[in-house]
Nanobody
Framework: QVQLVESGGGLVQAGDSLRLSCAAS????????MAWFRQAPGKEREFVAA????????YYADYVKGRSTISRDNAKNTVYLQMNSLKPEDTAVYYC???????????????????WGQGTQVTVSS
C-alpha cells in the first residue's frame, strides 16, 4: 500500500509559478511510474504529466507542455510538478498518482494508476 500526499497548491495570479510536491510513503516509490492529473469544476479529470520509475522519459499534455516540468527525487520519495506561466484555465484540483506495474511505457489514462493522493487546489486568477 502506498500513500500519496500532495502539497504546494494555492492562489496565484496569471503568469505566476507554482511547484507542487507529492510525497509517497513506502519503500517501493522508486519502482513506480508517477503522474499528475487535474480536475476542474464540472469537468472530467485529465492527464497533466507523467514520469517513468527510472526518471525518464516524461510525457506532458499539450496544454501544459513547455510550461511545466515533472521530476522526481527517489531518495526523498517525492515527485514534483513545476508549473510556470500559469493561466486561469489551469485552475483545478491537482492529483498525483502512482502506477506500480513497472511497464516501460507511460500511461496518459488513469486506469493504470492504482494509488492516488487527496489532491491540492490550484487557483489562478486573471
Amino acid at each position: 500500500q502506498v500513500q500519496l500526499v500532495e502539497s504546494g497548491g494555492g492562489l496565484v495570479q496569471a503568469g505566476d509559478s507554482l511547484r507542487l510536491s507529492c510525497a509517497a510513503s513506502g519503500r517501493t516509490f522508486s519502482s513506480y511510474s508517477m503522474a499528475w492529473f487535474r480536475q476542474a469544476p464540472g469537468k472530467e479529470r485529465e492527464f497533466v504529466a507523467a514520469i517513468r520509475w527510472s526518471g525518464a522519459p516524461t510525457y506532458y499534455a499539450d496544454y501544459v507542455k513547455g510550461r511545466s516540468t515533472i521530476s522526481r527525487d527517489n531518495a526523498k520519495n517525492t515527485v514534483y510538478l513545476q508549473m510556470n506561466s500559469l493561466k486561469p484555465e489551469d485552475t483545478a484540483v491537482y492529483y498525483c498518482a502512482a502506477d506500480p506495474s513497472r511497464r516501460l511505457d507511460l500511461s496518459r489514462g488513469s486506469l493504470r494508476y492504482v494509488y492516488w493522493g487527496q489532491g491540492t487546489q490550484v487557483t489562478v486568477s486573471s
